[in-house]
């Protein structure tokens, strides 16, 4: 289970993650040793892509050690929170909220929801010095291991663990830190996703760099100012910092955010039955000399009066297409309908047409950077969180209305919003004010690590010894609070998670023998506990936490199915078990599982021969191979 991934983690290099997905999407570009022909990938990429010598990125100290970080698997088990989680709120509730590290977080959930999540917003720590930003990441790697795998001197090596390990907040050390989530969060983002990241003035020019090497520069798509409060009166120079920076990148060119508009104000005439219509302007920004087709003397073929260019802004068609425009009716000039006051030809728009070709975009403006004045400043998020809890639990949380404005200009129904640095759960509120407004299914995940209040905080002294509680409880009231307001059928509740770390001593002794002779003194599955087991593998085999596990009864033998896997994991497994097993596949049409996994801690050498020897019958009554694997 985990001594798989400690084995599998000693041999990570840098880039090894993109090295991997290189090999998936071009395996020809690499020899029988796995090693990159450059020249055959020069080639293969000169068929699509323009190659370039200009070349610029952000280079800092620790940046190849984030990206070996990176491809490092977490070596943390997923605990539920059962006692939570069978809640009639939330035993079917689709909401996700787990407590502990994100970058652990980040690692499990790539297994199950790469590629599906909509809208990340994250509001990550901004490095200001005043803050509590200090890097804390607990990889233990001595000097020697880091010239070795990182291939570097012995100074910089040094140097590196100063940082990472040093309680360091300088640039080199938040931009280590911010590099690997920022690259899994890429890989989470469906093709048509957007992240939002919420930034001050002390990283912003460094991340926005960043952002451009990991998500591409031809993806960036804004950085939007929000006005966090007025003007204040003591600070340095006479000038009052007032804006914090959003940035906003896509995961490629399928993204697109829209809001919605004024609605288009459509006409409908009786020569169009049936077919509403609306004008629009019929020139275009555009000089003569650019467009000198565009250029001519508009003539109305009924009256024959003309209508002549402006030079610094031609017609958008050209003379060459005016009859094409003019026969389908898309040409409307003065004097055609009364209640039209216009000096100039106009272009005519069908409703019918606009539909077509905006599809759900329909009725959507393009958004602008400029924020709408609801969206209110830091004052607006403290006051909303003041009302829920009485008191002021978490310092300067976002007003919902600024998360649900992103979130809404880039999400559709039963869309996943992901927030990594979820704080107070801001975004959880937010997602169910916007579910509660729209009749909408949004489904949100939170991660938020197990944080200590400071003590003797209105949070600590209130019995909210970590951030993360502050966050469920937050959750919990303002659930309570829009159910009460609006009596919205939706998903209130959440199902919650922490990330556990695993029992290094244990494993040691159990290293100390082989697997054949391990006996019930080491039983590492009551270490971690069943649902623990089955939660961690169910992700890492690429289901979401939502999906059902069923309990298949094997004369006494408890096995667990999800999907088409089927997990063993408890020991004292035998003959009438199995043959059990063989007769859910044998009388069962729907019991179809072409995966066993075995917990190796949990049996003897014969008894994984047995379940591996009696397993091949499967396939004399259903025609599916099925595959064992044996995890440790």
């Known amino acids: 289970m985990i001594k798989d991934i400690i084995d599998k983690n000693e041999n990570v290099k840098p880039n090894e993650n993109k090295i991997n997905k290189l090999k998936e999407l071009l395996p020809n570009c690499f020899d029988k040793k796995g090693n990159l022909d450059i020249e055959l990938l020069k080639k293969e990429l000169n068929q699509d892509v323009d190659l370039t010598r200009e070349s610029y990125e952000l280079n800092f100290l620790g940046k190849s050690y984030a990206k070996m970080i990176t491809g490092l698997d977490t070596e943390t088990v997923i605990e539920p929170d059962t006692e939570h989680n069978i809640q009639n709120e939330n035993k079917n509730s689709e909401n996700i909220y787990i407590s502990g590290d994100n970058l652990d977080a980040l690692k499990h959930l790539l297994k199950g929801y790469e590629g599906k999540i909509k809208c990340i917003y994250i509001d990550p720590p901004y490095n200001t010095g005043s803050d509590g930003f200090a890097y804390n990441d607990s990889f233990n790697f001595n000097k020697f291991q880091l010239e070795e795998k990182l291939d570097i001197g012995e100074d910089e090596a040094e140097r590196i663990i100063d940082i990472t390990s040093g309680n360091s907040s300088s640039h080199s050390a938040w931009l280590t830190f911010i590099y690997p989530r920022l690259y899994l969060a890429r890989q989470l983002l469906k093709d048509d996703g957007i992240i939002f990241i919420s930034i001050d003035d002390n990283e912003q020019s460094q ?133 039209l006051k216009i000096s100039k030809p106009v272009a005519r728009y069908f409703k019918d047409k606009d539909m077509a070709k905006d599809g759900e975009n329909f009725g959507k403006v393009t958004v602008s950077t400029k924020l709408p004045e609801n969206i209110g400043m830091s004052q607006d998020g403290t006051k909303e969180i003041k009302e829920l809890f009485d008191f002021i639990p978490f310092p300067f949380p976002k007003p919902t209305n600024l998360i649900k404005f992103l979130i809404s200009i880039c999400t559709q129904d039963e869309d996943i919003v992901l927030d990594f640095f979820s704080g107070s759960a801001t975004t959880a509120q937010s997602v169910m004010q916007l579910n509660a407004e729209k009749d909408y299914n949004l ?66 002794k159990l290293e100390q023998f082989e697997p054949q002779l391990i006996n019930e003194t080491y039983d590492l599955y009551k270490e971690y506990g069943i649902d623990t087991i089955v939660e961690t593998w169910k992700l890492r085999d690429g289901y979401k936490f939502t999906m059902p596990v069923e309990i298949i009864n094997c004369n006494g033998y408890n096995a667990y199915k999800c999907e088409d896997s089927l997990y063993l994991i408890e020991p004292n497994i035998d003959i009438k078990n199995i043959k059990a097993l063989l007769e859910h596949y044998s009388s069962d049409d729907l019991f179809v599982c072409n995966k066993i996994v075995l917990f190796g801690y949990s049996f003897k050498f014969n008894e994984l021969e047995m379940i591996k020897n009696n397993i091949k019958q499967v396939k004399n009554f259903k025609n599916i191979d099925v595959k064992v694997y044996i995890r440790y």
């Open 207 to 339: 991340l926005k760099v960043l952002c451009d090497d990991i998500f591409g520069a031809e993806n960036f798509c804004a950085v939007i100012p929000w006005r966090k409060r007025t003007a204040k009166s003591d600070v340095p120079f006479g000038m009052s910092q007032d804006y914090e920076w959003i940035l906003c990148y896509a995961k490629g060119n399928k993204a697109k955010v829209n809001t919605e508009g004024k609605g288009r104000k459509y006409y409908e005439t009786p020569d169009f039955p049936g077919r509403p219509w609306r004008t629009h302007d019929m020139t275009c920004q555009q000089t003569a000399s650019a467009r000198p087709n565009s250029y001519f003397t508009m003539v109305n073929p009924r009256n024959g009066k003309e209508y002549p260019a402006d030079p610094n802004r031609v017609w958008r068609i050209t003379k060459e297409t005016f009859n094409k425009y003019y026969e389908a009716n898309e040409i409307v000039f003065p004097g055609d309908y009364d209640f």
């Open 443 to 508: 489904k949100y995940i939170l991660v938020q690590l197990k944080e200590n209040t400071k003590e003797n905080s209105e949070a600590y002294n209130n019995g909210f010894k970590t951030i993360d509680e502050i966050g469920q409880e937050r959750i919990k009231r303002a659930a309570k609070k829009i159910k009460k307001e609006t009596n919205a059928d939706i998903d209130y509740g959440f199902k919650h998670y922490s990330l556990k770390e695993t029992n290094k001593s244990l494993l040691s």
